[in-house]
C-alpha cells in the first residue's frame, strides 16, 4: 500500500504523552525510534468512523451496514452524540460540514450557522448597559441551524429515509445510555454556571447534580423532538410545534428569539477553499469561520525546510508560535459574516501575502504586537467532530457544536435540548466586523478540515475547541507531511497552544506583550528552555488542546485509516 505521507523519525525525547499524564517520562519507541501513539490506527476494507463517544461511532457503522451512505452515517452519529455528549453538542447548535462526491469527484461544503434574533438590536444592549454580550441566558441565543444542514445534506447525499437514520438517538433517549466518563466531568462542571437559566435542571440533572460516569442516563424530551422531526421533516423544528414552543419560551424568559426567526432560517452551500503545503492541498470553508487561520498559518511555514527543523524542538515552537500570532491578527480584523463584511479571502490565503507576513518573523526574537495585513486594494468553547466514510468512497468532515460546552443553559420545556450562545462572538461596537446585528450570523470558530492530493481524498479530519481549531490542523498537517507520523501519531502528538491574539470578539484587548505559549506535556524541556530564552511566555495548561479524529483513505486500494482522540472518550472503528 502507498505510505502517502514522508516517514521521519520524532526528535530525541519527543515522546507524544498527554497533559493527563504529567508523570511519565518521555521517550521514543526502543524499536522504531518512531513516535510514540497511544494506539495502533484502525484499518478496515469498506467504511470507517471516527468520533468522540464509542456508542455513536457504532451507530454510524451500522448505519453503513443498512444501506446508508456515509452522510446518513454522520448524521445518525451526530443525533447521538446530541443526546450522549451533551456537553458539546445539540439540536440547539450549529453545524459545518465537508463532503467528499465520488460520483462529481469533488468536495462540497455546507455552512449550517444560524442568525441571530430580528427583535434582538444593537440598541438593547446599550439599554442595558451591556458592553459585551453575556456567555450564559437568552441574550447570546441565535437560530439553531443543525436540523437544517441534516436536511440539506441528507436531501443530496443521503440514502436511508431520516426516521431510520435518527431511530437509534431516539431509542437511547428513550431506553437510557451509560454516561462516558469525560463527559460526565463536563457535565459537573457546566451545572452550577447553567442551573439558574429555566429548563436546564427539569432536563439536564439528576435530582440537580449532573449524571455521574457509568451511571444510565435518559432524556424521554429530546426523543419526542427528534421523533416529531423524524415524521415532519426540517420544518417540524423550523416551522411547527417546536417552534412554537420556543417561540413563547424566550418571550417569557426575557428572550428574542421568534418563531419568524426559525421560519426564515437556512444554511448555504458554500465552496471550500484551499492552499497548497508541499504538494498536498488542505482544505477549509471561508469565513464567517476561522478555517482560513490555518491555510494561512500552513503558507507561511511553508517557506522553512522542516526536514531540517525537528519536531518539537525550540525552532519548531517558535516559528509555529509566530506564524499563529500573524494569521490570528487578520482573523481577528477580517473574519466575520461575508454577507455583511466580505473577507478578501484569495489574497488572506494566497503566497504572495504569506511571504510579505513571514518576513515579519525573527528566528531570534519574539512578535509581542500583531497588526493585521491591509489588501492592496483598500484603505486602509466545546464541539464536537466526526468523521465518516463508506464502502462507495463518500467521505464526511463534520463539526457541530452549541459554542461554550453544554451552551446557553437555556432549555425549552419539553423539549430535550439546550440553545446555543454563538452570539457570545458579536461584538458591541459600530463598525466592527463582527459587530451585533439583526439577521447576522456571528463569527464561528467550528471547521471542519480535509486533505486531497492531485485531485483525490485523502484525509478527513478536525480539531476540536475553540481558537485552537487552526491551530489543530495546521499542526495536524504539519505531523503528517513534515514529521511523517501516522494518523494516530499525528493526533497524539502533544499540541501547542498560543493564546493572547488580538480576538475577533473585541472582548480582549489588542495582544502588546507576544500572548503565552501552552504546551502539552511530552516536549524537550531543553526545547521548552529555548522557546523562553527567545522570549516566548510559557505556561502549563491542562485541556485546551482540542479533540481530534480523521480517517485516511488508502489511493490505491481504497482502504481506511482510521484516529481517535485519546484525550476523550472515542474510538475509531470500521468493517
Given at each position: 500500500?502507498?505510505?502517502?505521507?514522508?516517514?521521519?523519525?520524532?526528535?530525541?525525547?519527543?515522546?507524544?504523552?498527554?497533559?493527563a499524564?504529567?508523570?511519565?517520562?518521555?521517550?521514543?519507541?526502543?524499536?522504531t525510534?518512531?513516535?510514540?501513539a497511544t494506539?495502533?490506527?484502525?484499518?478496515?476494507?469498506?467504511a470507517?468512523?471516527?468520533?468522540?463517544?464509542?456508542?455513536?461511532?457504532?451507530?454510524?457503522?451500522?448505519?453503513?451496514?443498512?444501506?446508508?451512505?456515509?452522510?446518513?452515517?454522520?448524521?445518525a452519529?451526530?443525533a447521538?452524540?446530541?443526546?450522549?455528549?451533551?456537553?458539546?453538542?445539540?439540536?440547539?447548535?450549529?453545524?459545518f460540514?465537508?463532503?467528499w462526491?465520488?460520483?462529481?469527484?469533488?468536495?462540497h461544503g455546507?455552512?449550517?450557522?444560524?442568525?441571530?434574533?430580528?427583535?434582538?438590536?444593537l440598541?438593547?444592549?446599550e439599554?442595558?448597559?451591556?458592553?459585551?454580550?453575556?456567555?450564559?441566558?437568552?441574550?447570546?441565543?441565535?437560530?439553531?441551524?443543525?436540523?437544517?444542514?441534516?436536511?440539506a445534506?441528507?436531501?443530496?447525499?443521503?440514502?436511508?429515509?431520516m426516521?431510520?437514520n435518527?431511530?437509534?438517538?431516539?431509542?437511547y433517549?428513550?431506553e437510557?445510555?451509560?454516561?462516558?466518563?469525560t463527559?460526565?466531568?463536563?457535565?459537573?462542571?457546566?451545572?452550577?454556571?447553567?442551573?439558574?437559566y429555566?429548563?436546564?435542571?427539569?432536563?439536564?440533572?439528576i435530582?440537580?447534580?449532573?449524571?455521574?460516569?457509568?451511571?444510565?442516563?435518559?432524556?424521554?424530551?429530546?426523543?419526542?423532538?427528534?421523533?416529531?422531526?423524524?415524521?415532519g421533516?426540517?420544518?417540524a423544528?423550523?416551522?411547527?410545534?417546536?417552534?412554537?414552543?420556543?417561540?413563547?419560551?424566550?418571550?417569557?424568559?426575557?428572550?428574542?428569539?421568534?418563531?419568524?426567526?426559525?421560519?426564515a432560517?437556512?444554511?448555504?452551500?458554500?465552496e471550500?477553499?484551499?492552499t497548497?503545503?508541499?504538494?498536498?492541498d488542505?482544505?477549509?470553508?471561508?469565513?464567517?469561520?476561522?478555517g482560513?487561520?490555518?491555510?494561512?498559518?500552513?503558507?507561511?511555514?511553508?517557506?522553512?525546510?522542516?526536514s531540517?527543523?525537528?519536531?518539537?524542538?525550540?525552532?519548531?515552537?517558535h516559528?509555529?508560535t509566530?506564524?499563529?500570532?500573524l494569521?490570528?491578527?487578520?482573523?481577528?480584523?477580517?473574519?466575520?459574516d461575508?454577507?455583511?463584511?466580505?473577507?478578501?479571502?484569495?489574497?488572506?490565503?494566497?503566497k504572495d501575502?504569506?511571504?510579505?507576513?513571514?518576513?515579519?518573523?525573527?528566528?531570534?526574537?519574539?512578535?509581542g504586537?500583531?497588526?493585521?495585513?491591509?489588501?492592496?486594494?483598500?484603505?486602509?468553547?466545546?464541539?464536537?467532530?466526526l468523521?465518516v466514510?463508506?464502502?462507495?468512497?463518500?467521505?464526511?468532515?463534520?463539526?457541530?457544536?452549541?459554542?461554550?460546552?453544554?451552551?446557553?443553559?437555556?432549555a425549552?420545556?419539553?423539549l430535550?435540548?439546550?440553545?446555543?450562545?454563538?452570539?457570545e462572538?458579536?461584538?458591541?461596537?459600530?463598525?466592527?466586523p463582527?459587530?451585533?446585528?439583526?439577521?447576522?450570523?456571528?463569527f464561528?470558530?467550528?471547521?471542519?478540515?480535509?486533505?486531497?492530493?492531485?485531485?483525490?481524498?485523502?484525509?478527513?479530519?478536525?480539531?476540536?475547541?475553540?481558537?485552537m481549531?487552526?491551530?489543530?490542523?495546521a499542526?495536524?498537517?504539519?505531523?503528517?507531511?513534515?514529521?511523517?507520523?501516522n494518523?494516530?501519531?499525528?493526533?497524539?502528538?502533544?499540541?501547542?497552544?498560543?493564546?493572547?491574539?488580538?480576538?475577533?470578539?473585541?472582548?480582549?484587548?489588542?495582544m502588546?506583550?507576544?500572548?503565552?505559549?501552552?504546551?502539552?506535556?511530552?516536549?524537550d524541556?531543553?526545547?521548552?528552555?529555548?522557546?523562553?530564552?527567545?522570549?516566548?511566555?510559557?505556561?502549563?495548561?491542562?485541556?485546551?488542546?482540542?479533540?481530534?479524529?480523521?480517517?485516511?483513505?488508502?489511493?490505491?486500494s481504497?482502504?481506511?485509516?482510521?484516529?481517535?482522540?485519546?484525550?476523550k472518550?472515542?474510538?475509531?472503528?470500521?468493517?
Amino acid at each position: 500500500m502507498t505510505q502517502p505521507f514522508p516517514l521521519r523519525r520524532a526528535a530525541p525525547g519527543a515522546l507524544f504523552l498527554l497533559a493527563a499524564l504529567p508523570l511519565l517520562a518521555a521517550a521514543a519507541d526502543r524499536i522504531t525510534g518512531r513516535s510514540f501513539a497511544t494506539r495502533s490506527e484502525v484499518i478496515a476494507p469498506h467504511a470507517m468512523a471516527a468520533t468522540s463517544h464509542p456508542l455513536a461511532t457504532q451507530i454510524a457503522l451500522d448505519t453503513m451496514q443498512a444501506g446508508g451512505s456515509a452522510v446518513d452515517a454522520a448524521i445518525a452519529a451526530n443525533a447521538a452524540l446530541g443526546l450522549m455528549e451533551p456537553t458539546g453538542n445539540g439540536i440547539g447548535g450549529d453545524l459545518f460540514a465537508i463532503v467528499w462526491d465520488p460520483k462529481s469527484k469533488r468536495l462540497h461544503g455546507y455552512d449550517g450557522s444560524g442568525r441571530s434574533p430580528q427583535a434582538l438590536t444593537l440598541a438593547e444592549f446599550e439599554r442595558r448597559g451591556l458592553t459585551d454580550i453575556p456567555p450564559f441566558g437568552p441574550l447570546p441565543v441565535s437560530v439553531p441551524g443543525a436540523v437544517d444542514a441534516w436536511f440539506a445534506l441528507h436531501g443530496r447525499f443521503g440514502r436511508r429515509p431520516m426516521r431510520e437514520n435518527l431511530a437509534p438517538a431516539i431509542r437511547y433517549a428513550r431506553e437510557g445510555h451509560p454516561v462516558a466518563e469525560t463527559v460526565a466531568y463536563y457535565w459537573g462542571r457546566s451545572v452550577p454556571r447553567l442551573s439558574p437559566y429555566p429548563g436546564f435542571v427539569e432536563q439536564f440533572t439528576i435530582d440537580g447534580r449532573a449524571p455521574r460516569t457509568g451511571e444510565i442516563w435518559k432524556n424521554p424530551n429530546l426523543a419526542d423532538t427528534l421523533e416529531t422531526i423524524a415524521r415532519g421533516g426540517r420544518d417540524a423544528f423550523y416551522k411547527g410545534e417546536i417552534a412554537r414552543t420556543i417561540d413563547a419560551y424566550f418571550r417569557a424568559n426575557d428572550g428574542f428569539l421568534r418563531y419568524a426567526d426559525l421560519a426564515a432560517h437556512h444554511g448555504d452551500w458554500v465552496e471550500p477553499v484551499s492552499t497548497n503545503y508541499r504538494g498536498y492541498d488542505v482544505w477549509e470553508l471561508p469565513p464567517g469561520g476561522q478555517g482560513i487561520a490555518a491555510l494561512q498559518i500552513l503558507n507561511i511555514l511553508e517557506g522553512y525546510d522542516f526536514s531540517e527543523i525537528a519536531f518539537g524542538s525550540t525552532e519548531h515552537l517558535h516559528l509555529f508560535t509566530e506564524a499563529k500570532k500573524l494569521a490570528f491578527a487578520d482573523r481577528a480584523r477580517w473574519y466575520a459574516d461575508p454577507a455583511f463584511a466580505p473577507a478578501p479571502v484569495d489574497w488572506l490565503i494566497s503566497k504572495d501575502y504569506a511571504a510579505e507576513r513571514r518576513a515579519l518573523i525573527s528566528r531570534d526574537a519574539v512578535l509581542g504586537t500583531v497588526q493585521p495585513g491591509t489588501p492592496p486594494e483598500l484603505d486602509e468553547g466545546d464541539t464536537i467532530y466526526l468523521t465518516v466514510a463508506d464502502a462507495d468512497g463518500m467521505m464526511v468532515s463534520l463539526i457541530q457544536s452549541n459554542y461554550r460546552g453544554m451552551g446557553s443553559g437555556m432549555a425549552a420545556p419539553g423539549l430535550g435540548f439546550i440553545f446555543q450562545d454563538r452570539g457570545e462572538m458579536f461584538v458591541l461596537k459600530e463598525g466592527h466586523p463582527n459587530s451585533y446585528a439583526p439577521g447576522k450570523r456571528p463569527f464561528h470558530t467550528i471547521i471542519p478540515g480535509f486533505l486531497t492530493r492531485d485531485g483525490e481524498p485523502l484525509v478527513s479530519f478536525g480539531v476540536m475547541g475553540g481558537a485552537m481549531q487552526p491551530q489543530g490542523h495546521a499542526q495536524i498537517v504539519m505531523n503528517l507531511v513534515d514529521f511523517g507520523m501516522n494518523l494516530q501519531e499525528a493526533g497524539d502528538a502533544p499540541r501547542i497552544h498560543h493564546d493572547g491574539s488580538t480576538e475577533p470578539t473585541g472582548q480582549n484587548a489588542p495582544m502588546t506583550d507576544g500572548g503565552v505559549v501552552q504546551l502539552e506535556t511530552g516536549f524537550d524541556y531543553e526545547a521548552v528552555r529555548g522557546l523562553m530564552n527567545l522570549g516566548h511566555r510559557v505556561e502549563f495548561a491542562l485541556g485546551p488542546y482540542g479533540g481530534y479524529q480523521a480517517i485516511r483513505r488508502d489511493p490505491d486500494s481504497g482502504v481506511y485509516y482510521g484516529a481517535s482522540e485519546s484525550r476523550k472518550d472515542g474510538q475509531a472503528a470500521g468493517y
